[in-house]
């Protein structure tokens, strides 16, 4: 039981987190764009999800979670932040909203009706919590971090809306652009994930194969260990300069 354990950091999940972690991490950076006839200017599209959702369908809800993660610390690294962080948890928390349940789905049926059931539940899931986290958590804390002036954020939506006001901010906001949005983020990733995903995953399985030989249980678990270690060393460096740069740069 202790080496089963020990072997989920085996040395292919641990390369597979690192590619999709950088590769959504470098989409979600340098690749993104508004949609300024349909959204609000600053929330804008990217396809940061799709290595995201085939990374969990892969490897499994848990190394899903650290994916998103490393997504938005390597977007924290690499850009900084505009929103005093509240775009980040934005994300964080619509990201794990997506891989929590659609991985546990998809762990227990591995079939392509199992794969397009887990992405339409993932994604319902992910819709449901940015719904949520903007009406409780984001914009009230974006506001107060403003001094409770909604001036600000009210700017942002009167071009599309010219009519919007405190008052009715959260009919136009999380009706009008949250929710269509992020069913739009949700519909195009899950398009291009389903249609790659078996091959993708082929390519995992014989990953797996070459770098997790049975014969070598011991050493494998013993350097899986070291690796790990390694892993998150990497990650707490990540937090530490993603922090400078927001309170010192």
Not at 84 to 98: E, H, K, P, S, Y
Not at 101 to 118: D, V
Not at 153 to 178: C, E, H, K
């Amino acid at each position: 039981m202790a080496k089963q354990k020990m072997a989920f950091f085996s040395t292919t999940r641990i390369v597979m987190i690192a590619l999709f972690g950088a590769l959504a991490g470098i989409l979600h950076a340098f690749a993104k764009f508004p949609l300024p006839f349909a959204f609000p200017g600053f929330l804008e599209l990217d396809f940061s999800d799709i290595p995201l959702f085939i990374g969990t369908f892969a490897l499994g809800p848990v190394s899903g979670c650290i994916i998103v993660v490393v997504k938005i610390l390597l977007k924290l690294v690499c850009v900084g932040t505009s929103t005093t962080f509240v775009g980040d948890l934005a994300n964080l928390l619509i990201g794990f909203g997506f891989v929590i349940p659609a991985g546990i789905l998809y762990k227990h049926f591995r079939t392509i009706k199992g794969a397009a059931l887990s992405m339409c539940v993932g994604a319902i899931s992910s819709v449901a919590v940015a719904i949520l986290a903007n009406w409780l958590i984001l914009i009230p804390f974006y506001v107060w971090h403003f001094g409770g002036d909604w001036e600000t954020i009210l700017a942002m939506m009167r071009p599309l809306f010219p009519g919007i006001t405190q008052a009715n901010f959260f009919n136009y906001y999380l009706w009008v652009s949250v929710l269509p949005f992020n069913l739009l983020r949700c519909l195009l990733s899950g398009i291009v994930t389903f249609l790659v995903y078996k091959h993708i995953s082929r390519a995992i399985d014989a990953m797996n194969k070459r770098l997790s030989p049975k014969e070598e249980g011991k050493t494998i678990c013993t350097r899986d260990i070291i690796v790990a270690v390694v892993c998150i060393g990497i990650v707490l460096l990540l937090v530490l300069f993603a922090l400078l740069q927001h309170f010192l740069w």
